[in-house]
């Protein structure tokens, strides 16, 4: 556990930073915070190394990982072809929630990519991640550094909880601010297609180059999704978690749940937590600021695995902007809508 000040990369933190960056360059694993959530990192090139993350984190090897680089010239070496799209993309949301997928080169390492010709890249915006980029000076592979099926990590808590003894080190800067992960958008298509709606929104993607496509699994059940991860279970709490699409009917069904024994949960928002008598009421953020229900999701979600909820009903949130990522990490959470 390296604790480290998000603020200042210099001094005693600095040696934190190079310590964990020294780990990385000896093919091991440290997890690392990120302004989405916090990633497991290991060297994109080196094969046994990338291995490591797949075990740390009981990962299907089937589904490939983002490589973090410190700056856009590292992209030489691993993609064969930037389309105008993707610099243009780049320029705007680099360093930030945008992952980019493009035509890989040979040099990054097959587990990273599962065995596909594209690899996802992306440069984040986190002063503690870009000084680690900077200091190991080779790509990052790293996905969130959660147990595979766990809701993402926003703290060097949630990290520990999960990986300890597993990895080599915790590089600990605080709560993560985005609090869902990345946008994934497919640029070796001719036209970009968004297989994971992220901190950056379809709407500002839009604007900046026009329409693009989504991959129709986010949309309808019966299409299997194009991105290998996106079809996994994911962020799932202990208990099981429904959606409740009409507010005004949770209240019964609490009752209800209490009614039949069970210890119930609710997820709501700052303007209705007063309307709930569950046993576990978690307020992830307020609907006013869906900024502030993306970055307390995750912790929300964990909280009731904490207070041992078998049954959680969560209020929805508007299928648009950030509402989208909410949404979507929602329904993969939950077993059901009603
Ligand atoms: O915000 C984030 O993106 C965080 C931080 C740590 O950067 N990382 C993260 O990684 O969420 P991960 O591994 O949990 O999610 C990566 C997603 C998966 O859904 C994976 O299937 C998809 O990106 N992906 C990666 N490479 C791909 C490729 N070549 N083609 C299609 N999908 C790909
Ligand atoms: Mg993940």
């Not at 035509?103 to 010709?117: C, I, N």
């Not at 592979?141 to 959660?146: D, E, I, L, Q, V």
């Not at 949960?265 to 978690?282: I, P, S």
């Not at 992830?284 to 307390?296: D, I, K, Y």
Request: with cysteine; proline share 7%.
């Amino acid at each position: 556990y390296w604790s480290v000040d998000n603020f200042s990369c210099k001094g005693e933190n600095l040696t934190w930073i190079k310590e964990a960056a020294l780990w990385i360059t000896k093919g091991e694993v440290v997890a690392f915070p990120t302004e989405t959530v916090y990633g497991l990192g290991a060297n994109a090139l080196d094969e046994q190394a990338v291995k490591k993350i797949f075990e740390a984190k009981g990962r299907p090897s089937d589904n490939p990982l983002i490589v973090h680089i410190a700056e856009q010239l590292q992209l030489t070496d691993l993609v064969t072809h930037i389309p105008d799209v993707a610099h243009t993309l780049m320029k705007h949301f680099w360093p930030g929630p945008l992952t980019i997928i493009l035509k890989k080169k040979d040099t990054v390492a097959p587990s990273v990519t599962a065995g596909l010709d594209t690899v996802a890249i992306r440069i984040p915006n986190h002063p503690v991640a870009r000084a680690l980029l900077q200091e190991a000076n080779v790509p990052v592979a790293a996905p969130s550094a959660n147990l595979s099926g766990k809701p993402s990590p926003t703290s060097a808590a949630h990290v520990y909880h999960d990986l300890k003894g597993r990895i080599a080190g915790i590089l600990d800067g605080g709560q993560t601010g985005v609090g869902v992960e990345s946008t994934v958008l497919d640029c070796s298509k001719p036209t970009p297609i968004l297989y994971r709606p992220g901190g950056v929104t379809k709407e500002e993607i839009e604007a900046l180059i026009g329409p693009i496509q989504v991959d129709p699994s986010l949309h309808s059940e019966n299409d299997a999704p194009l991105s290998p991860g996106m079809k996994y279970t994911h962020y799932s709490p202990t208990g099981t978690l429904y959606l409740v699409e009409d507010q005004t009917k949770i209240a019964p069904l609490i009752k209800q749940a209490q009614f039949e024994g069970k210890r119930v949960g609710v997820l709501t928002t700052t303007e209705n937590e007063h309307k709930y008598e569950a046993d576990v009421v978690v307020a992830c953020g307020s609907r006013e600021n869906l900024a502030t229900v993306a970055s307390g999701l995750y912790e929300s979600l964990r909280m009731f695995d904490e207070k041992e909820a078998e049954i959680i009903f969560s209020e929805v949130f508007p299928n648009e902007h950030l509402g989208i990522a909410i949404m979507n990490r929602l329904q993969k959470a939950a077993i059901a809508t009603m």
